[in-house]
C-alpha cells in the first residue's frame, strides 16, 4: 500500500490548459480594476495600441492595476500577452492593430462557424469586423464554459457611462440571443487562440 500510495505521488502533474491562465489572469483584472469599456473617440481618431482599449503591444502582460478600459478585442490582447504570445495584428495599418479587423486578420482561415453547442472554455464567439455592414465594429468574448455559463466581454450600453466594462454577467446563451436571429457569427477554438501558431492545427 505504502508503495502504491508513493507511485501516486511521484507521478507527474498534467500540465494546464493555458486558457485556464488566461481566465484568471482576466478575472483578477475585473476584480481588482474594474475595467471601463473603451469607446472609439470618433471619426479620423488614432488607437493607442500601447493602453487602453487595445492593449496591443508585444510585451510582458499590464499589472491589473493598471487597466482601467478595454474594448472587447483589448481582452483578448491581454490574454495573448499574459502567455507571452503576439497580440494580434491589422494587416492593413498598424495603428488598428488588437481590434476586431486584426482577429479576422491574425486567425484567417480558422474561424469556425458559429455553433452554440460547440462551445468549451476557452473559446471565443466572435462577430467579424463590418460582418452586419459599415458601421458594425464586431465584437469578441471568451467562453467560460458551455452555452449556459458565464461570458468575458467588455461592452458598454452607453459610451456616455462606459458600463459595464469588462464583466461576465451574462451567459453565451444569453449574449447571442440579444440581438434577433442571434448575435455571433463565429467560433475561434481555444487550440488556436492560446497556442502559438507553431503548434496550430488544421
Given amino acids: 500500500m505504502a508503495g502504491e500510495t508513493r507511485k501516486r505521488e511521484n ?18 483584472i475585473r476584480d481588482v480594476s474594474r475595467p471601463k469599456y473603451w469607446c472609439w473617440p470618433g471619426p479620423g481618431a488614432r488607437l493607442d495600441v500601447n493602453g487602453p ?20 478585442a483589448g481582452v483578448i ?3 495573448r500577452r499574459r502567455l507571452g504570445l503576439p497580440v494580434t ?3 492593413s495599418a498598424s495603428i488598428y492593430h488588437g481590434g476586431t479587423r486584426s482577429i479576422s486578420d491574425f486567425f484567417g482561415g480558422h474561424l469556425r462557424d458559429f455553433h452554440i453547442g460547440e462551445f468549451r472554455r476557452g473559446d ?16 469578441v468574448g471568451i467562453a467560460l464554459g458551455g452555452p449556459d455559463d458565464p461570458f468575458l466581454q467588455s461592452f458598454a450600453w452607453s ?3 462606459l458600463e459595464p466594462g469588462l464583466n461576465k454577467r451574462y451567459t453565451l446563451r444569453q449574449s447571442h440571443e440579444s440581438r434577433a436571429g442571434g448575435f455571433y457569427a463565429k467560433r475561434i477554438p481555444r487550440e488556436i487562440v492560446w497556442f502559438p501558431r507553431t503548434q496550430w492545427k488544421k
Fill in 159 to 161: 459610451c456616455a457611462t
Fill in 89 to 91: 495584428k491589422n494587416v
Fill in 77 to 79: 490582447q491581454l490574454g
Fill in 53 to 72: 482599449g487595445a492593449w496591443a503591444v508585444d510585451r510582458p502582460a499590464p499589472d491589473p492595476n493598471r487597466v482601467d478600459k478595454v474594448f472587447c
Fill in 124 to 139: 471565443l464567439a466572435f462577430v467579424p469586423f463590418q460582418f452586419r455592414g459599415q458601421d458594425d465594429e464586431g465584437h
Fill in 11 to 28: 507521478k507527474p502533474r498534467q500540465k494546464e490548459p493555458p486558457w485556464n491562465e488566461v481566465i484568471r489572469y482576466l478575472e483578477h
